[in-house]
């Protein structure tokens, strides 16, 4: 049974490893082609529009849930446009989300939120006349992705259409929707509001805005709107939340909201416009007039030379502010672990266990937090950015250059995030709305030079040019850093393109629009909770896998221990620097370091790096270049680490001259040293192009729902490191 | 019959419709934004580098590029 | 200007109808509608066996579905068919018509509904002030009020009173702008404007 079936429910999509025995009863794997099953990676409790599991059904046994049906829940679709005020509508009334997943099949993601509203009379009463205990019920709000109509043009709108039909495998169709309308446009608003009307399930509309009409001097009457469309109507301020009660006690019963007893016409045309009239004479809607701080902020902030300018000039402070602000706090934190490993080193007896838990674990979980200030800050700088209106504007005005790579302006906010980091780089791809051009945008994401290359470029470039040599009045150092940046921008540009011509992405072309809303005072929950809803995310996902991999990578590193041999190597080094008169201190620094070399040679990672040493040959890296670069397919910094501790290990006083006398061991180029400038050049361009970062595999993945691409942008990124490396060494070493 | 995307930056055009070449989708999308028969729009500024191009519809400002804002016919007026 | 179809549910409860709140002037006759003489897509809906009967009246046309058909299923269909009809110039036919004709009985049907408007929420109003407001007459939509009693002495009272009331007549299908009657101290004129809703035929 274990073979074949897999504990603790995971769906296949999460648990590829499982095999399938068909004369198991348990055996077959969740399939979201079955409708009791869920998909999206939701469990039954995350996914209340699952159908009840059934006894009989193979799946449903497999995944470990019984046969008792699910409780009946509530959910409703909340609809609307990009730039409605949707966000504020859920946030402010489910508070944290619930869960995000895909819907099945697609990269488009399901947001699902949970909130409790008095129970309507009838569900008090209870059956056969006992009073129930409960006064509230659940209800669940699914956030479905903006939209300006609910008739499909892409296969992710698709999805959305499916969705609310009742056509999508595995999932439910909502019982209910709320349309949340902005009204101060809503006479194109309420096309949509009249396409959900037509969908046969009860309808409300929320409107937001209204205190922006007032200020604009527009006017609408909600009850009259409400006599209007037929259907329950409430104003709300997204931002202050008492308002909202009305719209909760909406949610406890919508089968008592009224309907008109003929829905609006349902397709576009002459019969539609002229009932969107009727209806905003009947509300007595007055347009509001342009939004004069937003006329004349876009007359500097879009201005052809002007607007450039400040749009790169906050680009510029972006950076700024994510390296000063979150260096200091990285800082915090990474010394925060450091002494947390010398407590367990200090603590824990058994040496085996101690390196485990302070290497492994507590370096992992550190590797893990220490990005953490550096990626919330740059979810909250976006999260403000996108609210106070200006994200559109950033791609307005980069729209041209980014559509040469065949993308979009809004596919440069995620490659600007790369920048930092490719994993929220990758999850900020969600606001594309073309499915081609947010897999494209994610192949080539991590090509940007993120900033855990900077350790690495900053080790490498110093063991190739002095610090003091110039290349006109620029620092040589600093102009081969900017090259590299440059080649990895360059690079990434270039990937997108050639992804977005694929066959396989070949979807149609999605034309190109974009709202430009007025800008807006951001509510500062609403920045917040977008940012730790982003964050958090980022911590359970990528978390997992940096964890996972550190341990691993601790595994081939460190093992086997050969403690009986270390200890004895131990010895006899401190014996030997003490004899020739070193302090006690540096004679247990060397022999801890001597110690650690020989595990460090004897372990598997140096039997794979000897394995794998013919490979990377050709690019004059040897085999402890190779351990290197094996850990730091886990995550780049570990090459640092790594050739610290070889070059530690070598010499404990003068670790980088170490690195710069270290030697080919065997092979023709013995005796040779390793770390020639063409070897350098190929290590650089290796780092530029390799995708070594477990967890931006993991983003790919998560965001991709499928193994497939994660794997094909190792591939091809592994390809494009090993010629670019290998080009490289051989120019280097022809010029020198 | 101008298209759209030749119209003069501070002009304000009625739709008249969509050209023989616009694919249903795009018209359809069009539609929903705004740009139906009859309807006034003011075409308010270009990007730096020409494209895209924002303009006023039913109350909101929106970019379109010039490939789709060719597919949109105008009769100018002020 | 449009035809501002808005379906209801009959006020009498009669069963299987659809009162259909039309827009001023398009209806100017009050009578059943025979099958053979209902305007084509109507008769194509009694042939179809949807539609038992149509009553038509100035700002309001019944429909009954025949057992089997429902507001549900086929209230689509009659909405388009009567759309198709009534987006004709001159509106349900009538005979033959003229533009002035159409547009007189547009103007009377405004003019009840702003008399309506006056009674019922006006009326208390200017009764505690001590003045009145009277409807003088409609005009291509155009409604022209004359303030009396206290109001009429009263400019700043009178310019927010009219500005009220223009917002509450801006409600009705067909009204385009207020004005006040001259009056010997000359009130200022409204300038509130409607901008969309420009009668087209």
Not at chain 1, 22 to 29: L, M, N, Q, T
Not at chain 1, 417 to 441: E, F, H, N, Q, Y
Request: hydrophobic residues 45%; negative net charge.
């Amino acid at each position: 049974m274990s073979d074949c079936c897999s504990p603790g429910g995971l769906p296949a999509s999460e648990d590829p490893g499982r095999r399938h025995d068909p004369d198991c009863r348990h055996a077959a794997p969740p399939d979201s082609a079955c409708p009791h099953c869920g998909s999206g990676g939701l469990t039954a409790d995350e996914d209340p529009g699952r159908l009840p599991a059934d006894s009989s059904c193979p799946h449903c046994t497999a995944q470990g849930e019984t046969a008792e049906p699910a409780p009946d829940a509530l959910r409703f679709a909340l609809i609307g446009c990009p730039n409605a005020g949707k966000t504020s509508v859920f946030n402010a009334l489910t508070g944290l989300r619930l869960k995000t997943g895909n819907y099945p099949g697609v990269t488009v993601t399901r947001t699902v939120g949970r909130t409790r509203v008095k129970a309507p009379a009838t569900v008090t009463a209870g059956a056969g006349g006992r009073r129930s205990r409960k006064d509230t019920i659940d209800v669940y709000l699914e956030d479905l992705p903006g939209t300006y109509s609910l008739d499909p043009i892409s296969p992710d709108e698709q999805v959305v259409a499916d969705l609310l039909g009742g056509r999508l495998k595995g999932i439910s169709r909502p019982g209910a929707a709320l349309v949340v309308v902005d009204a101060t446009v809503l006479e194109r608003s309420l096309a949509l509001v009249a396409e959900a009307m037509n969908l046969g399930v009860p309808v409300a509309v929320v409107l937001t805005m209204t205190d922006e009409m007032d200020s604009r001097g527009g006017a609408v009457d909600p009850v009259g709107l409400e006599q209007a469309l037929g259907i329950p109507v409430r104003a709300v301020i997204g931002t202050k939340k008492s308002t909202l009660e009305p719209v909760r006690e909406l949610l406890a019963d919508p089968s008592s909201w009224p309907q008109p007893i003929v829905p609006p016409p349902a397709v576009a045309g002459p019969e539609r416009v002229d009932w969107v009239r009727s209806a905003l004479t009947e509300a007595g809607y007055r347009a509001p007039s342009e939004h004069s701080t937003t006329r004349r902020i876009d007359r500097l902030l879009l201005h052809p030379v002007w607007g450039m300018l400040i749009f790169l000039a906050i680009m510029f402070l972006f950076f700024q502010v994510i390296f000063t602000v979150a260096a200091p706090l990285q800082g915090y934190v990474e010394d925060f672990f450091n002494w947390l490993g010398t407590l367990v080193t200090d603590h824990v007896s058994q040496p085996v266990l101690a390196d485990f838990l302070s290497t492994a674990l507590i370096g992992g979980v550190g590797g893990i937090l220490v990005f953490l200030p550096q990626i919330m800050l740059m979810f909250l700088l976006i999260s403000l950015m996108e609210n106070v209106g200006y994200m559109s504007r950033a791609a307005y005005l980069t729209d041209r250059v980014m559509s040469r790579a065949g993308l979009e302006g809004r596919a440069f906010v995620a490659m600007l995030s790369s920048l930092a980091c490719a994993v929220p780089g990758i999850m900020a791809t969600r606001t594309i709305p073309s499915s081609r051009d947010r897999i494209a945008t994610t192949m080539a994401a991590p090509l940007m030079t993120c900033s855990a290359r900077i350790p690495v470029f900053v080790l490498l470039i110093g063991m190739l040019v002095d610090e003091s040599s110039r290349v006109w009045f620029f620092s040589a150092q600093g102009v081969i850093m900017f090259g590299l940046y440059l080649l990895g921008v360059v690079s990434a540009m270039l990937a997108a393109a050639v992804f977005k011509r694929l066959k396989s992405l070949r979807s149609g072309l999605m034309p190109f629009y974009m709202e430009m809303p007025p800008y807006r005072v951001p509510s500062l929950s609403n920045v917040l909770l977008t940012m730790w809803d982003s964050s958090k995310e980022f911590l359970a996902k990528v978390g997992k896998i940096i964890l996972a991999t550190s341990i691993v990578l601790w595994v081939l590193l460190s093992l086997p221990p050969r403690t009986d041999q270390a200890d004895a190597i131990h010895e006899q080094t401190v014996a030997a620097a003490l004899a020739s008169g070193a302090s006690e201190d540096d004679a247990l620094a060397a022999g801890d370091a001597e110690a650690r070399s020989f595990v460090l040679d004897n372990s598997y990672a140096a039997a794979i790096g000897k394995a794998v040493e013919p490979v990377f040959a050709p690019l004059g890296f040897d085999w402890r270049i190779d351990i290197g670069i094996l850990g730091s397919f886990a995550a780049r910094e570990v090459v640092v680490s790594t050739l610290g501790q070889i070059a530690a290990a070598e010499d404990p006083d003068n670790p980088d001259q170490a690195l710069a006398n270290m030697v080919h061991t065997h092979g023709d180029k013995q005796g040779e040293k390793v770390f020639t400038t063409p070897t350098i050049v190929a290590m650089l361009l290796f780092f530029v192009y390799a995708l070594q970062c477990m967890s931006t595999v993991g983003a790919i993945r998560r965001e991709t729902n499928s193994w497939k691409w994660p794997l094909i942008a190792w591939t091809y990124m592994f390809v494009l490191a090993w010629i670019a490396a290998f080009i490289g060494y051989q120019i280097a070493a022809a010029v020198s | 019959m101008t298209p759209l995307s030749d119209v003069a930056i501070g002009s304000t055009i009625t739709v008249h419709g969509f050209s023989d070449d616009c694919p249903d989708e795009v018209r359809q999308r069009l539609a929903s934004l705004g740009f139906t028969e009859q309807a006034s729009v003011d075409k308010l500024r270009k990007a730096p580098m020409g494209d895209p191009s924002v303009y006023r519809v039913m109350g909101y400002q929106i970019c379109l590029r010039n490939r789709e804002a060719r597919y949109v016919t105008c009769r100018e007026h002020s | 200007m449009g035809v501002h179809l808005t379906p209801l549910p009959p006020a009498d409860g009669a069963p299987g109808c659809v009162d259909w709140r039309v827009g001023p002037g398009l209806v100017r006759a009050e009578a059943d509608v025979p099958p053979d003489t209902a305007p084509a897509p109507v008769r194509a809906l009694f042939d179809a066996d949807v539609l038992a009967a149509v009553r038509i009246e100035p700002g309001r046309i019944r429909t009954r579905f025949t057992d089997g058909h429902s507001a549900e299923q086929d209230g689509a269909a009659v909405r388009s068919a009567l759309f198709a009809v009534l987006s004709q110039p001159g509106g349900w036919p009538a005979g033959p018509q003229d533009a002035a004709e159409v547009s007189a009985a547009a103007d009377a049907e405004i003019a009840a509904a702003v008399r309506q408007v006056l009674a019922d929420e006006f009326g208390a109003y200017t009764a505690v002030h001590g003045g009145r407001i009277d409807l003088v007459g409609v005009d291509d939509g155009v409604v022209t009020v004359s303030l009396g009693g206290a109001c009429h002495g009263c400019s700043a009272a009178g310019r927010t009173l009219s500005e009220n009331l223009a917002l509450r007549l801006s409600r009705i299908p067909g009204y385009r702008t207020l004005r006040t009657a001259a009056a010997p101290t000359a009130l200022p004129k409204p300038t509130f404007r409607p901008r969309r809703f420009r009668r087209s035929l």
